[in-house]
């Protein structure tokens, strides 16, 4: 299974073009969309979202990962290997946090020559071709370099700031539930109740709680946590001591 975490957008040619390139090899592999709209540029915030999504993708899964604002530079292309699925993306930090929470990784550097490489989209012309050569269990050895750990660009496993915001107005941060423990947060001035789902606060009521993928998300029962406290990317999270 193939699976497709980018900043792109779900608007625009990109996402079709880089699944047309994975079906050309793999005819038959199963495409799936994890995720679009990363915010735009954010290696650091593309990090840890990829980190938590990954702990429920299939063992043996490849997963393209692009978020690439120094595409076209002299950055390398990275595949990593960690807790059995492969990653395929440029050496930027997207896969630190998998890799300090993973038990085993193993890094490759990819060595993949194309002819009319578009300096702007890596993703498709090749990102996308290495992922499909591992969906199809290709020797790697031909593409692939074995490497040393490369630099390491994030080095927290915890971030306590907001990552994410979805349609309804949620805050995601990328702060792990079991890190937090019983421990309680505030946003802005406000402190936050502690819940199990939604509806154990008032409707229009602000709550946090452990979301679907174990991090720490602020929401309002029925409304806009991101209305309510003028909330964007990046905004902090203070822990409560």
């Given amino acids: 299974m193939l699976y497709f975490f980018t900043d792109f957008g779900s608007q ?13 090899r793999a005819h038959s592999c199963q495409v799936v969309d994890l995720m679009h709209d990363v915010p735009a540029y954010n290696v650091q915030a593309g990090a840890y979202l990829l980190a938590a999504l ?40 997207l ?11 193993h890094w490759y550097e990819i060595n993949y020559d194309v002819e009319n490489l578009s300096r702007s989209f890596h993703g498709r012309d090749v990102f996308a071709p290495i992922a499909s050569k591992l969906v ?37 941060t990328g702060l792990r539930a ?14 936050l109740p502690r819940v199990n789902t939604f509806s154990d606060v008032a409707e229009g009521q602000p709550l946090f709680y452990e979301n679907s993928q174990g991090l720490i998300e602020i929401a309002v029962n029925c409304g806009s946590a991101q209305e309510m406290f003028s909330a964007k990317i990046g905004d902090e999270i203070r822990i409560n001591t």
């Fill in 178 to 191: 079991e890190s937090l423990g019983g421990g309680t947060i505030s946003i802005g001035k406000q402190k």
């Fill in 95 to 105: 896969f630190d946090i998998i890799a300090q929470q993973a038990g085993s990784c």
């Fill in 54 to 93: 990954s702990n429920h993708l299939a063992p043996d899964g490849v997963v393209v990962s692009v978020v690439d604002p120094k595409v076209g530079s002299d950055r390398k292309g990275l595949v990593l290997r960690a807790n059995y699925r492969w990653f395929v993306g440029p050496d930027n930090g």
């Fill in 12 to 24: 625009g040619p990109y996402i079709g073009q880089m699944k047309s390139k994975v079906l050309e």
């Fill in 136 to 172: 199809m269990d290709e020797p790697h050895e031909e593409y692939l370099t074995l490497i040393d750990r490369p630099k390491q660009y994030f080095d927290k496993s915890d971030l306590n700031e907001i990552i994410y915001i979805d349609q309804f107005g949620s805050l995601m």
